[in-house]
């Protein structure tokens, strides 16, 4: 009879062993799913933040050139004090409309930033 009773326990323990087996295998197969998932996130966010510097160099390049036109507007305003009496409400709407639309590309270009932050800040804050 203890022949028996010891097969009995050393088949509960085997049975025990393949069951724990299983379940850590599957495991294992979700979370080298996880993985690749964040990998292939990862990726996407390096390329997500390669196109955003890009972006922002474009803009500030196009800020810059803004910012040029505007010297040499000011410049050639200094060069002609009397042409500037009868055209300076239409240099006055381009001076608005120039600094209208740097603080228009500076708005976007913050929101962008605070967007890749945000998701930098959340994909570390699943990590812990």
Do not use: P, Y
């Amino acid at each position: 009879m203890e022949q028996g009773s010891e097969l009995q326990r050393l088949e509960k323990f085997v049975e025990k062993l393949l069951t724990r087996f299983s379940a850590l295998k599957a495991e294992k197969a979700q979370l080298e799913q996880e993985v690749f998932e964040r990998d292939l996130l990862i990726e996407e966010l390096r390329d997500n933040i390669s196109s955003k510097v890009t972006e922002r160099n474009e803009i500030s390049e196009r800020v810059n050139k803004i910012v040029d036109q505007i010297e040499e507007w000011e410049l050639n305003l200094e060069k002609s004090e009397t042409a500037a009496d009868s055209s300076s409400e239409t240099e006055n709407i381009d001076e608005n409309e120039l600094r209208a639309e740097i603080e228009e590309i500076e708005e976007r270009n913050g929101e962008e930033e605070r967007r890749v932050q945000h998701n930098l800040f959340s994909m570390s804050d699943a990590k812990e």
